[in-house]
């Protein structure tokens, strides 16, 4: 009779036989553990005590003979398949206490979203954009779709968390799901309970309230990321941010919800390569998110908002879509090209909102410059400052603050030239400059 490595014990059997509840007394493995022996009184033995401890949780008689029959026939057919079988449920067992599943048991799903492809389900989103961008607006809108069931495909309302510290709950957040048609009663907004801690991303409070029946989640918001860090994380630190991430995710897989982190960004740069790069704190944050999406301005309409998805982990990436604000209300408009870097350039006149400062002018001056050679004179640079009022001091501070490199072309005989330039935008400029001047 075959035995293995797998061989138990006698008492290791018994042990692990009366730890079992009648799910797994019915398994083929426990089958397998009791016949894998190779002394016949042994064996038989195993298969009394087995039926007993089976019955007394209540298995049926004949339940049970169908089930025994049915093992004793494929062991006697082929004991060596059922050694191999009973290696790969031993495997799935051992990996399992850290966390391994083999993928012969991990089910293939397509991805689901509450708004397509914008919002995951399992999974983390960002919104970000510059201030004044809508994203409040924009959030609002996607909660209160969701809250009346216009989101889902079976028209079935969702019950959606929104935590602000930003927005009065009264006077910012009641008037503007009202003027969206929002189901008041499926959403339920942050309000600060005296002698209670604020809620956090990570607080058990949380999962408590998601595993009720009466209040599991389709969406979690949270506007913005840095009020709802618990208190010992540092956003720039990635040994803070992905621990807290990772737990998010989780949560968002545990109860089939979608989260939403809420994001403002930092000033252009033209160190950043892209607009995700402009996200406050650690590069975990986008890492983490399984889709990211910036709301801005459109390039040709002043009057005109645009949101632009930059990542979709899952799938292609979302149409572009216009955006505006009238009565109170967000209209979604047509699609557009306008990419996310793009919606988030700084402009050299603002349409809406306080006046830019002249450094921030000067950022948008140069940023406009350098972008397509990716470098410019510097005085040249200074001459189109001075045409727009900015002075050269802040043309070189805002130089200094976008972290461009300074260098010196030599033209021979005829005198040399300073030039601002961006390495990742330009490289190896300076040798293709000075090897220019000396053919010259």
Same mark, same amino acid.
């Given at each position: 009779?075959?035995?293995?490595?797998?061989?138990?014990?006698?008492?290791?059997?018994?042990?692990?036989?009366?730890?079992?509840?009648?799910?797994?007394?019915?398994?083929?493995?426990?089958?397998?553990?009791?016949?894998?022996?190779?002394?016949?009184?042994?064996?038989?033995?195993?298969?009394?005590?087995?039926?007993?401890?089976?019955?007394?949780?209540?298995?049926?008689?004949?339940?049970?003979?169908?089930?025994?029959?049915?093992?004793?026939?494929?062991?006697?057919?082929?004991?060596?398949?059922?050694?191999?079988?009973?290696?790969?449920?031993?495997?799935?067992?051992?990996?399992?206490?850290?966390?391994?599943?083999?993928?012969?048991?991990?089910?293939?799903?397509?991805?689901?979203?509450?708004?397509?492809?914008?919002?995951?389900?399992?999974?983390?989103?960002?919104?970000?954009?510059?201030?004044?961008?809508? #994203?409040?607006? &924009? !959030?609002?809108?996607? @909660?209160? /779709?969701?809250?009346? $069931?216009?989101?889902?495909?079976?028209?079935?309302?969702?019950?959606?968390?929104?935590?602000?510290?930003?927005?009065?709950?009264?006077?910012?957040?009641?008037?503007?799901?009202?003027?969206?048609?929002?189901?008041?009663?499926?959403?339920?907004?942050?309000?600060?309970?005296?002698?209670?801690?604020?809620?956090?991303?990570?607080?058990?409070?949380?999962?408590?309230?998601?595993?009720?029946?009466?209040?599991?989640?389709?969406?979690?918001?949270?506007?913005?990321?840095?009020?709802?860090?618990?208190?010992?994380?540092?956003?720039?630190?990635?040994?803070?941010?992905?621990?807290?991430?990772?737990?998010?995710?989780?949560?968002?897989?545990?109860?089939?919800?979608?989260?939403?982190?809420?994001?403002?960004?930092? #000033?252009?740069? &033209? !160190?950043?390569?892209? @607009?995700? /790069?402009?996200?406050? $704190?650690?590069?975990?944050?986008?890492?983490?998110?399984?889709?990211?999406?910036?709301?801005?301005?459109?390039?040709?309409?002043?009057?005109?908002?645009?949101?632009?998805?930059?990542?979709?982990?899952?799938?292609?990436?979302?149409?572009?879509?216009?955006?505006?604000?009238?009565?109170?209300?967000?209209?979604?408009?047509?699609?557009?090209?306008?990419?996310?870097?793009?919606?988030?350039?700084?402009?050299?006149?603002?349409?809406?909102?306080?006046?830019?400062?002249?450094?921030?002018?000067?950022?948008?001056?140069?940023?406009?410059?350098?972008?397509?050679?990716?470098?410019?004179?510097?005085?040249?640079?200074?001459?189109?400052?001075?045409?727009?009022?900015?002075?050269?001091?802040?043309?070189?501070?805002?130089?200094?603050?976008?972290?461009?490199?300074?260098?010196?072309?030599?033209?021979?005989?005829?005198?040399?030239?300073?030039?601002?330039?961006?390495?990742?935008?330009?490289?190896?400029?300076?040798?293709?400059?000075?090897?220019?001047?000396?053919?010259?």
């Amino acid at each position: 009779m075959l035995t293995n490595e797998l061989t138990l014990e006698p008492q290791v059997f018994d042990a692990k036989l009366h730890s079992m509840d009648k799910s797994l007394l019915a398994a083929p493995l426990t089958f397998f553990d009791a016949l894998n022996t190779p002394d016949d009184s042994e064996r038989l033995r195993r298969m009394k005590l087995l039926r007993a401890r089976a019955l007394e949780q209540g298995m049926p008689p004949q339940e049970y003979e169908e089930r025994c029959n049915t093992y004793l026939s494929n062991w006697e057919a082929d004991p060596g398949y059922c050694l191999t079988i009973a290696r790969a449920a031993k495997r799935r067992e051992a990996m399992h206490e850290v966390g391994l599943t083999p993928m012969a048991y991990v089910e293939t799903r397509q991805a689901e979203y509450l708004i397509e492809p914008y919002l995951p389900l399992d999974a983390i989103t960002i919104l970000a954009g510059v201030a004044g961008a809508g #994203k409040t607006w &924009l !959030a609002l809108k996607w @909660a209160a /779709d969701i809250s009346a $069931g216009r989101a889902a495909r079976d028209g079935q309302p969702g019950l959606v968390y929104y935590f602000t510290q930003e927005n009065d709950p009264h006077i910012v957040l009641a008037p503007r799901l009202e003027k969206l048609g929002a189901r008041m009663e499926n959403i339920a907004v942050a309000t600060q309970i005296s002698d209670a801690p604020t809620v956090t991303m990570c607080d058990p409070r949380l999962e408590q309230l998601a595993q009720n029946p009466t209040c599991h989640p389709a969406l979690v918001v949270f506007d913005p990321i840095q009020s709802y860090l618990e208190k010992h994380v540092k956003m720039n630190q990635a040994d803070d941010v992905r621990p807290m991430m990772d737990y998010l995710a989780r949560f968002a897989a545990r109860h089939h919800c979608a989260v939403l982190l809420i994001s403002h960004i930092n #000033k252009p740069s &033209l !160190a950043a390569g892209s @607009a995700s /790069d402009r996200i406050l $704190g650690s590069s975990d944050f986008r890492n983490a998110a399984r889709s990211i999406i910036f709301a801005g301005n459109d390039p040709e309409d002043p009057d005109t908002r645009v949101f632009a998805q930059d990542k979709n982990s899952l799938g292609p990436a979302g149409p572009s879509m216009r955006f505006a604000i009238r009565d109170g209300g967000v209209e979604i408009m047509d699609k557009c090209d306008f990419t996310a870097d793009e919606i988030i350039r700084p402009r050299l006149s603002a349409p809406r909102g306080p006046a830019p400062t002249t450094r921030d002018r000067a950022v948008g001056l140069l940023g406009e410059l350098l972008k397509t050679p990716g470098w410019v004179r510097v005085n040249d640079a200074i001459a189109a400052g001075k045409k727009e009022g900015i002075s050269e001091g802040t043309m070189r501070n805002a130089a200094r603050g976008m972290q461009l490199e300074n260098s010196t072309i030599r033209q021979g005989h005829k005198g040399s030239y300073a030039i601002w330039y961006a390495p990742e935008q330009a490289p190896g400029i300076v040798e293709q400059l000075t090897i220019a001047s000396a053919r010259a």
